[in-house]
């Protein structure tokens, strides 16, 4: 089983190197990076990690709104056929499976569905408290979530089986398909958001890490618009204030620390050669 991951992301090169090597440990072998008016050495890092990983890389050098939409369009026209699944995610979203080891392993009992997608909810990450970016990995630096009740879980992201005709539709969370999308209950999924339903992570989950540290909101996330919609949108205070959620200590990586560390130096010393 093929598993391919788009994204489209700006100027995250402190942290490609721990996302990568996160989503090939649990099971992402093909991966379609949009860079997005790229301005740090994200680019230079793409390329380095080209040495060891199957990395098709996009660059998008002009601004636009739903720049997202158009990447995830160009990837439903070019790239689906190259895979059995397709995930679509963010830089700051860690997506795994809360059982088995893989992702694969995770996805056989869906293979066969009449449905074409699985929409996978996520669960957001706080600050943790810190102010300063801190140095390390995101995903052991940033333990602190929300309660089970917060809104935003309700949220999904799609895996979509390839080979199949596939196109974007209002939304990048979920995709217009022949057999539509569900989540790994078997319940509808017709939006990106499905408020009625309790969030079920018994087989998938994905970790927004949408705050990391103040830092970080003040010198990026605060004024780097919306891939979906408006690229000039400014997340004021409000938006802070709302997702700084940090309520529980949350260890669900835990299991994947020393992997992690592993494959990101494998990773490193290919880099390096």
């Known amino acids: 089983m093929i598993l391919g991951l788009v994204t489209i992301q700006r100027d995250r090169g402190p942290w490609l190197l721990e996302w990568f090597a996160f989503h090939y440990l649990v099971g992402f072998r093909k991966f379609y990076f949009y860079a997005h008016m790229c301005q740090d050495d994200t680019v230079e890092i793409l390329l380095k990690l080209k040495k060891r990983l199957d ?9 636009g709104d739903r720049i997202q939409l158009q990447a995830y369009q160009h990837a439903c026209q070019n790239y ?12 700051d979203e860690f997506l795994f499976p809360t ?11 869906y293979d066969s569905m009449p449905a074409s ?17 801190p140095e390390g990995l995101i ?16 949220r999904v992201k799609s895996l979509v089986k390839g080979r199949q005709q596939t196109a974007i539709s209002s939304s990048g969370h979920v995709f217009a398909t022949p057999g539509g999308t569900v989540d790994e209950q078997m ?20 970790n927004h890490y949408v705050c990391q540290s103040r830092e970080y909101y003040e010198k990026h996330k605060r004024a ?18 709302g997702f700084n959620t940090n309520h529980q200590m949350d260890d669900s990586m835990a299991r994947y620390n020393a992997r992690l560390r592993a494959t990101m130096e494998e990773l490193r010393l290919a880099m390096e050669a």
Do not use: C
């Not at 059982?99 to 009992?109: G, I, S, V």
């Open 187 to 206: 319940r509808p999924i017709t939006w990106g958001f499905m408020p009625d339903y309790v969030p079920s992570y018994r087989q998938f989950r994905m």
């Open 80 to 91: 689906m056929n190259e895979v059995d699944w397709m995930g679509f995610i963010d830089g």
């Open 99 to 109: 059982k088995a080891y893989t992702m694969q392993e995770a996805l056989w009992q």
């Open 55 to 63: 990395i098709n890389i996009i660059a998008l050098p002009s601004p």
């Open 139 to 154: 995903t052991e630096n940033f333990r602190m979530r929300a309660e089970d009740s917060f809104y935003a879980h309700s």
């Open 224 to 241: 780097s618009g919306h891939a979906d919609a408006s690229a000039a949108a400014i997340r004021e205070e409000e938006w802070w204030n």
């Open 117 to 133: 997608a699985l929409g996978v909810y996520n669960v957001n990450f706080g600050s943790s408290g810190h102010v300063a970016e």
